[in-house]
DNA sequence: GTCTATACGAGGATAGAC
DNA sequence: GTCTATCCTCGTATAGAC
């Protein structure tokens, strides 16, 4: 079956996303990238923002789903948080959903916004309910799973500014030499 | 005194680039906010380009002072970086500097990146020093700077993304408790 | 549902007078 | 050095036929 104009459309701005942002991103773009014409775009989506709101829900629910498969398994609760952390990311590229953040109008739209917020704190909710699997309180599990959160987020940051993919290696090195403790290091 | 043209509009692109990102400022926008005329801008700033330059480089070496600042003092070093870490930070409006990163015309502009990378190379190296204080080998100390300046910047993007300036404080708590071990936990 | 054609403002810059 | 006027392209749609 030949993948219908709405999910090209869909997909081709989920793409130029993640390369360009949304505010970056024309509907020109996306006709051009999706091979769709102009009068199919404006059919399935009558404003660039409901096209903005569909392809930024299917990035963050794909990206929240592939996360949490990592998270759930069967190795041991830290075991399984540090597995998530040091796994290989497109490091130039930068977070799919994080990077949305820097763009004001998504941040200034309340639907983009929830979806991108969605995203972070499932993310944040499911390593904080494997760290307390490892005994930690409540309190601190949550501090600790938006440091882990956080510390890919902004490895991104680094390895983007300076070009340098090693820059979100080393980062996550650092913290997972900290999470794990003195036995470790 | 009163400021020259060229001052006020570096000055105003300056804070257009912290609030809306560069690709986002049109020169319309510089010379509305600076009161300037059009024909001043162009004949202090040939293109939009040398103007973002300029105006990068002014708040990358402006806040790479500051940090400095911070980090070079009387206390003790592993108490300077936290220091550093815990400062007040406008949460919801991001790093001026690092949410560059994610303008994607700002990571291609060679001119432009270098003014970001050199931003965070300093920084970190700066920190990395700190911490060498603390009596941890070289390439331990750069592993932990390097996550030291992510998890700021990685704080940022959770906060703006939930619109939760909580969120950025919890990533930090959360890392200065791994950082400062059980002995303060 | 999809196509082509058209509209209109904003972004980025140039021209030329003062 | 600064001002006003003008230019051209692109972003974001709308119109109306097939």
């Known amino acids: 079956m030949v993948t219908d104009s709405r999910t090209r459309l869909v997909e081709a701005a989920q793409q130029l996303f993640a390369q360009q942002g949304v505010s970056a991103t024309s509907p020109r773009d996306v006709l051009a990238a999706s091979g769709v014409g102009q009068g199919s775009l404006y059919h399935h989506f009558p404003t660039k923002h409901d096209l903005a709101l569909a392809a930024v829900a299917a990035t963050a629910a794909e990206t929240l789903e592939a996360a949490r498969g990592r998270l759930q398994g069967d190795a041991a609760p830290l075991d399984r948080v540090v597995a998530y952390l040091e796994r290989p990311r497109d490091a130039l590229g930068g977070c799919r959903v994080g990077r949305l953040t820097a763009d004001q ?8 916004r929830a979806e991108v917020a969605g995203y972070f704190t499932g993310l944040i909710d499911e390593v904080a309910a494997v760290l307390r699997e490892t005994g930690l309180d409540a309190d601190a599990a949550l501090d600790r799973a938006r440091a882990c959160v956080a510390i890919i987020q902004g490895g991104y940051v680094l390895a983007r ?3 340098d993919p090693e820059l979100l290696r080393s980062a996550v090195r650092g913290f997972v030499a900290l999470l794990t403790g003195p036995a470790t290091a």
């Open 161 to 163: 500014a300076t070009q």
């Open 105 to 112: 109008a998504v941040v200034d739209d309340d639907g983009l």
